[in-house]
């Protein structure tokens, strides 16, 4: 089995800082796109930002110069680093990666999109 395990949210002041982690592990042959997604009460939940694993980067407008994603392959590992932070990026932040896996039957590889469970970041104004 493949999962992902976040870390790093919490509660912060409007202006502050928060970096959150996302670890990817099991049988993994390679992982693609890894990224970030929110949920906000009420709300769906969208895109905050994406990396491929050459290292390109797409960002939600809302998010655009005040986070940054990144990741190292090596530890299967993508962060991102929230500077600036707004009330209104109060959410649920999941991790999501295309990942390869080997199987025990036939095809040996196959691709999944796996989610980790979500952690809290909340802003107070």
């Known amino acids: 089995q493949v999962q992902l395990v976040e870390s790093g949210g919490g509660l912060v002041e409007a202006g502050g800082s928060l970096r959150l982690s996302c670890a990817a592990s099991?049988?993994?042959?390679?992982?693609?796109?890894m990224g970030w997604y929110r949920q906000a009460p009420g709300k769906q939940r969208e895109l905050v930002a994406a990396?491929?694993?050459?290292?390109?980067?797409n960002y939600a407008d809302s998010v655009e110069g005040r986070f940054t994603i990144s990741r190292d392959n090596a530890k299967n590992t993508v962060y991102l680093q929230m500077s600036s932070l707004k009330p209104e990026d109060t959410a649920v932040y999941y991790c999501?990666?295309?990942?390869?896996?080997?199987?025990?039957?036939?095809?040996?590889?196959?691709?999944?999109?796996?989610w980790g469970q979500g952690t809290l970041v909340t802003v107070s104004s």
């Open positions: 099991g049988s993994i042959v390679r992982i693609n796109v």
């Open positions: 999501n990666a295309d990942v390869a896996v080997y199987t025990t039957g036939n095809p040996p590889v196959r691709n999944l999109n796996i």
């Open positions: 990396v491929t694993s050459g290292g390109s980067t």
